[in-house]
T-cell receptor, first 114, second 115 residues
Framework: DGGITQSPKYLFRKEGQNVTLSCEQN?????MYWYRQDPGQGLRLIYY???????QKGDIAEGYSVSREKKESFPLTVTSAQKNPTAFYLC?????????????FGSGTRLTVV | AQSVTQPDIHITVSEGASLELRCNYS??????LFWYVQSPGQGLQLLLK??????LVQGIKGFEAEFKRSQSSFNLRKPSVHWSDAAEYFC?????????????FGAGTRLFVKA
């Protein structure tokens, strides 16, 4: 079955470390997105990519970086510059970049700073 | 400013009772409207969407939603709630032809179901 796979499900980061969250989709979707979810705040857009080798900052991109070298993959790196990284991170994809049919989401990665 | 408001942080409903979750939006262009559901520790799943046409849309799991342009609302309903419906529900609004990255999510409403 097609879908989005996020790994790992749980991730622990020490102060000053960079960590990378994986997101892979086999839906042949053009667009991919990273969201951060904090309790009571809904979802906030970190980065999005509408096509391979191109990506754009969302509303809260500071302290994060991404790459889109393959259509299927959109990894997110949480850098040491992100001062409050503890959150639930969700990767999503949509069929077309320009038309909004809604998202397919992965099951998320919970990142905790220790 | 574009925004989505879900006035109820949480709602408790008895199993078998009807459900209505409220959603109000502010959006300059013609809105595309969505409802998503999230079980604890999981990603979001699309329940239904409204683009145009009939203002009453049917979704998965027996849910429906009604678009009321005059009230800027897109409320989610279910005639009879099951215990498995306990989850968090998110309303979202976006543009139709400028890409999903302009989708705005509400803060969510957590549904509790009591036996």
């Amino acid at each position: 079955d097609g879908g989005i796979t996020q790994s790992p499900k749980y991730l622990f980061r020490k102060e000053g470390q960079n960590v990378t969250l994986s997101c892979e989709q086999n839906l042949n979707h053009d667009a991919m997105y990273w969201y951060r979810q904090d309790p009571g705040q809904g979802l906030r857009l970190i980065y999005y990519s509408q096509i391979v080798n191109d990506f754009q900052k969302g509303d809260i991109a500071e302290g994060y970086s991404v790459s889109r070298e393959k259509k299927e993959s959109f990894p997110l790196t949480v850098t040491s510059a992100q001062k409050n990284p503890t959150a639930f991170y969700l990767c999503a994809s949509s069929r077309e970049a320009r038309l909004n049919y809604g998202y397919t989401f992965g099951s998320g990665t919970r990142l905790t700073v220790v | 400013a574009q925004s989505v408001t879900q006035p109820d942080i949480h709602i408790t409903v008895s199993e078998g009772a009807s459900l209505e979750l409220r959603c109000n939006y502010s959006y300059g262009a013609t809105p595309y409207l969505f409802w998503y559901v999230q079980s604890p520790g999981q990603g979001l799943q699309l329940l239904l969407k409204y683009f145009s046409g009939d203002t009453l849309v049917q979704g998965i799991k027996g849910f429906e939603a009604e678009f009321k342009r005059s009230q800027s609302s897109f409320n989610l309903r279910k005639p009879s709630v099951h215990w498995s419906d306990a989850a968090e529900y998110f309303c979202a609004v976006g543009a139709g032809n400028t890409g999903g990255f302009k989708t705005i999510f509400g803060a969510g409403t957590r549904l509790f179901v009591k036996a």
